[in-house]
């Protein structure tokens, strides 16, 4: 009996470290992987493509992007005219710039954007919770423990799976309310440039989204089309 029990303790304490070596290197590793491809399909030549690659981790995310056909697109950059109509000045003071407004609602940024970061801390006490249930249950095998311990590792199937992914959207603006004014000609993936090309410089615009969840992960699809002013002269 007591050979019996030592058999089950070594069993027990090779599961933990076993369980343990796993979440470190859930932790350590890659979480997934979002990679994105825009082509400009109507009005350049060659069709110029977009490659984007975005990962993260429990500690930052890396942004690698390469142009395939990258010369009609470039030229298309460097000719085109910013035709955004600017607020005049009242005071007739042109040489001062205009203030910053503070927004009207103060809340309208979600989680002052660091949805990312607090996605990673309940990664983090998931994590811990399930390596201290899967301890206890070992410890303490029960009905209740055993019930404990899916339930953590259900909880952190979800915020892996949904948590984090639609954390990294918040945090880029995909998921932006439509109120916000100066709505993009990207659908919200330009959210942090400096230089925004917004639908009023585009004649006929339209444009389309969607959001898809899928056995492997988040599917984001844009496409909008239009005719672009800031090529025309300005008589035209």
Known sequence: SSEHCGRMRKSEFATLLLTAAFLLMAWS????????????????????????????DNSQESFEMSIENATPLLL?????????SEPTNQNGNSSEP??????SDGGSEPCSGSCLDRA?????????????TLYLSSARPSTLTRATVALVWLLGTVVILTAVPLA???DFGISGDEDSGGESSTGGFDTYTQETVEVDQFAHF???????????????????????????????
């Open 168 to 170: 990294a959207a918040a």
């Open 76 to 84: 298309y950059w460097l000719e085109r005219e910013d035709v955004s």
């Open 120 to 132: 990673r801390s309940w990664v983090e006490l998931t994590m811990f919770a399930l390596f201290a």
């Open 98 to 103: 205009p203030a910053d407004t503070p927004s």
């Open 29 to 56: 590793g890659s979480w997934f992987e979002i990679v994105a491809e825009g082509t400009y399909t109507d009005g350049l030549e060659r069709e110029p493509t977009i490659r984007t690659q975005y990962m993260i």
């Open 206 to 236: 339209e444009q389309d989204g969607g959001m898809g969840l899928f056995f492997d992960g988040i599917s984001f699809t844009y496409d909008s089309v239009g005719f672009d002013l800031g090529l025309l002269a300005e008589e035209d």
